[in-house]
Nanobody
Framework: QVQLVESGGGSVQAGGSLRLSCAAS????????MGWFRQAPGKEREGVATIYTSGGSAFYADSVKGRFTISRDNAKNTVYLQMNSLKPEDTAMYYC????????????????WGQGTQVTVSS
């Protein structure tokens, strides 16, 4: 059973930056794809970015390309999401996820989820 714990959320003004962290524990041998998803009030959960933990290839939603960067530190079993040039529309609960079957497809539904961390961007 994989456990995922997010941290790093908070409130920031538009144009600012935040870095989210996700520490994974438990059995992660089969979890070769991890990622970040988000859900804004009244909206469906959407994929933001995913990454192959073995090879490092990453995939991004069009809405965040050029602004967000996903990375991983396998020694620490941690995945990060660096968010720059934040916009009010980035406001959402952000969830770390693992055991994503199709890493390249942000519509894939992960099998493991964290509890979420809130990101609020004010204008």
């Amino acid at each position: 059973q994989v456990q995922l714990v997010e941290s790093g959320g908070g409130s920031v003004q538009a144009g600012g930056s935040l870095r989210l962290s996700c520490a994974a524990s438990g059995y992660t041998g089969s979890s070769d794809c991890m990622g970040w998803f988000r859900q804004a009030p009244g909206k469906e959960r959407e994929g933001v970015a995913t990454i192959y933990t073995s090879g490092g290839s990453a995939f991004y939603a069009d809405s965040v390309k050029g602004r967000f960067t996903i990375s991983r530190d396998n020694a620490k079993n941690t995945v990060y999401l660096q968010m720059n040039s934040l916009k009010p529309e980035d406001t959402a609960m952000y969830y770390c996820a693992a055991q994503i079957y199709r890493c390249y497809d942000l519509r894939s539904i992960p099998r493991a989820w964290g509890q979420g961390t809130q990101v609020t961007v004010s204008s």
